[in-house]
Structures are given as structure tokens and as C-alpha cells.
């Protein structure tokens, strides 16, 4: 790698790790006057919406009726229930804590890809990484004061299953007939999420719940911030570091967002970061820096010849769908 072109890998790292891990405290802001899976909605039907435009105005060939039903459900697993879940819990908990929860989803990789997919028994350290990563979890679910029906609890706990069905989403999007046009996959997914992310709203009556004078100048600046930058900017650098670095450099980003976002969180909104949690954050950020190195692929990625980094947003596009192969992008949105 040449010195300028290693300049443009690393200034794209910092910049996928930095708007990432910004997406959370950006959904916490969005969320303070907007009702979750309302502003959610919006947030992907734009992002998916501009992003499959833009492709099809490009060229891309239009989908197969069963690619767009792939894209329905993946995009329901990843975009509705796991990036909803994460925004609805972002009411009720700090944007550090539900960042880090979300880590736990390569986690749920793992197990579900050996328990349900036929996947080979993980390494022993793997298997050491995934107990001490849950036990990070654990210490970050028990922070004392919460009671069994604490809306921080409960918050919490909403997160780690949004986690488990964004893994679900990523596993299953390997066996299901995706577009084969790169980045239409997750342009559809988002956009298709979206929709049906906003029926969820309107079922909810979170339309009748805006303020009387409207989203706060703050909430419509977040939103902005994750269509835009979260979304678009984070993804389009994302899918070039794919095409230009390591799979496994690029695949930091995993664990370097949620420091990220612990750190915004505590900096720009005053979130109260206590010794419990940096113990936790450590134990679960090093069990899955374990999880991703010593992993080995599945027989369908090696047959395949992919490397899937993560399951997907921008931050979970992000951060977002964020679940791509060497060659061609498969799912792909933020948080």
C-alpha cells in the first residue's frame, strides 16, 4: 500500500469509526421530540429511498419479485426490529449503554450460527471470549438501582434482543436470493425497513404524540445527521474501505465504536460513565476483538469466498446495516 493511499484508508477508518459511534448520541438527540419508530421510519425510507435512486439512476438492474421479499424480511429483522428496538430503547437508557449492547451482536453470530445454521463448534477461545462477553452484559444489566421493572432495565434488556434479531437478519440474509448489484441490497433493505417501521408508528399513534409545536430545531438536526451523514456518508465510506483495505482492518469498527460512543455520550450529553461500566465496556469490547480474530468462517462464507464483517445501519447504514463481503455488498444498514 503506498503512503498517500494508506493517508485515505486511515482517514476513512477514522471516519467510519467516528460517525458510527456518533449515530447513537445522534438517535438519542433525534428521539428527545420525535416518537421512536416514527423517526426511525423516516430516517430509512429517506436514506433507503436516496441511496436506491441514486443506484437505479446508475444503472442498477431492477429487482426480482423474490429479491424484493428477501429484502422485505432482512430489512424487517435488521431496520424495524433491531434499529427499532435500539431507538425505542435510546428513550429509556443512556446512548453508551444501548452502543454497547450492541457489540453483543457478534456474539449472537456465533452462537446462532452454530446452534440454528449449522455452523462448526467455535474455537475454545471463542468459546472463552463469548461467556466473559455475556458476563460484560450481565455486569451492565446490574447496575444495582434498577429494579426487575425499571424502565432501564427493561430499556437494556430491548437492545440485547434487537441485537439477537439483528444477527438473526445477518445469518439469513447469506441464504436468501439477494440483488446482486452492489449496495441495492442495502438501499431496498433500508427503504423496505423504513415503510414498515412507519406502520409500526402510525399503529403506536406516535404521529398524535409530536409536540404541539413540533419536532424540537435539535431532534430535526439529529435526524439530518443520521440520514446524512450516518447513512450516507457513513456507508459510501464503508463500501470503499471494503474495496480498499483489509477485511480485517476494516472490521475494527465493530469494536472502536462503541469507545466512540461511550466517549460522545459522556462529553456532549453528560452521560455518567461509572467504574462498573468501564468494567463491563472492557470485558465485552475485548470479547469481541476475541470473537472477530479468532472466529472461523462459515463453510458458506468460505465457499462463497466472503468475509462478512458484521451483521449491519449506518451505525446499526449506522451506525447502522453494516454487513458486507469482499466482492459485493449483501446487507447493509446502520444503527
Known sequence: MTEARGRRVGL?????????????????????????SLMA????????????????????????????????????????????????????????????????????MVVLEWSAFGGERPRPVVLA?????????????????AGPGSAELVGSLVVVV?????????????????????HVGPATQMLLGGIAQLVVALALGEGAALPDRGPSPASLLGLAYLVVVGALVGYTTYMWLLR???????????????????????????EIVTGRMLIAAAVIVGSVIVIIT????????????????RPPTSGRAGPGLASASRGRSRTGATR
Do not use: D, K
Not at 249 to 268: D, E, H, M
Open 41 to 108: 421510519g423516516v430516517r430509512f425510507i429517506l436514506a433507503g429511498g436516496i441511496l436506491y435512486a441514486v443506484l437505479r439512476l446508475r444503472g442498477a438492474p431492477p429487482l426480482s419479485g423474490r429479491q424484493w421479499a428477501s429484502s422485505l424480511v432482512i430489512g424487517v429483522l435488521l431496520v424495524t426490529i433491531g434499529n427499532g428496538l435500539l431507538t425505542w430503547s435510546e428513550v429509556r437508557i443512556p446512548s453508551s449503554h444501548a452502543a454497547l449492547f450492541v457489540t453483543t451482536t457478534p456474539m449472537w
Open 294 to 309: 479468532f472466529r472461523r468462517p462459515s463453510r458458506a462464507a468460505t465457499r462463497a469466498g466472503e468475509a462478512h464483517v
Open 244 to 270: 480498499h483495505a483489509r477485511v480485517s482492518v476494516v472490521s475494527t469498527y465493530a469494536y472502536v465504536n462503541p469507545i466512540v460512543a461511550v466517549f460522545l455520550g459522556w462529553l456532549l450529553a453528560g
Open 129 to 145: 471470549g463469548l461467556v466473559a462477553g455475556f458476563t460484560g452484559v450481565f455486569l451492565l444489566l446490574s447496575p444495582g438501582r
Open 162 to 182: 434487537g441485537s439477537l434479531c439483528w444477527a438473526i437478519g445477518s445469518l439469513l440474509s447469506r441464504r436468501l436470493e439477494m440483488p446482486e448489484a452492489p
Open 12 to 36: 476513512a477508518l477514522a471516519t467510519v469509526y467516528l460517525v458510527w459511534g456518533s449515530t447513537f448520541l445522534g438517535i438519542r438527540v433525534a428521539v428527545e421530540t420525535i416518537p421512536p
